[in-house]
């Protein structure tokens, strides 16, 4: 069982930067992929990024790619988002999930259903 608490959410203007956080309980955290998603108002939740168990392999949304960075420190059972030159598009509900343990070292996913925990979501608003 994983359970995960989002954090660094907040208002900030166009171009601006916000790092999230998101702190694991459990002792699978470094075993699971983890990825982040949004959820606008009336929009559906879409991939963000996701990072493998072992660092070596991210990936990110189109929209995000260049912008976002994604990186994980299992020592301190904590995943981060990175997201700079924020855009008003960028405005969500920032959401962290995990996986259950996974074997493979280097696989990661980006689809909504391949994720067994979530965290309550923290505010991203980014003003024009």
């Known amino acids: 069982q994983v359970q995960l608490v989002e954090s660094g959410g907040g208002l900030v203007q166009v171009g601006g930067s916000l790092r999230l956080s998101c702190a694991a309980s459990?002792?699978?955290?470094?075993?699971?992929?983890i990825g982040w998603f949004r959820q606008a108002p009336g929009k559906e939740r879409e991939f963000v990024a996701t990072?493998?168990?072992?660092?070596?392999?991210?990936a990110y949304a189109d929209s995000v790619k260049g912008r976002f960075t994604i990186s994980r420190d299992n020592a301190r059972n904590t995943v981060y988002l990175q997201m700079n030159s924020l855009k008003p598009e960028d405005t969500a509900v920032y959401y962290c999930?995990?996986?259950?343990?996974?074997?493979?070292?280097?696989?990661?996913?980006?689809?909504?259903?391949?994720?067994?925990?979530w965290g309550q979501g923290t505010q991203v608003t980014v003003s024009s």
């Open positions: 999930a995990a996986t259950d343990p996974i074997y493979n070292p280097t696989i990661y996913f980006t689809r909504v259903g391949q994720y067994n925990y």
């Open positions: 459990g002792r699978t955290f470094s075993s699971s992929v």
């Open positions: 990072i493998s168990r072992n660092f070596g392999s991210t």
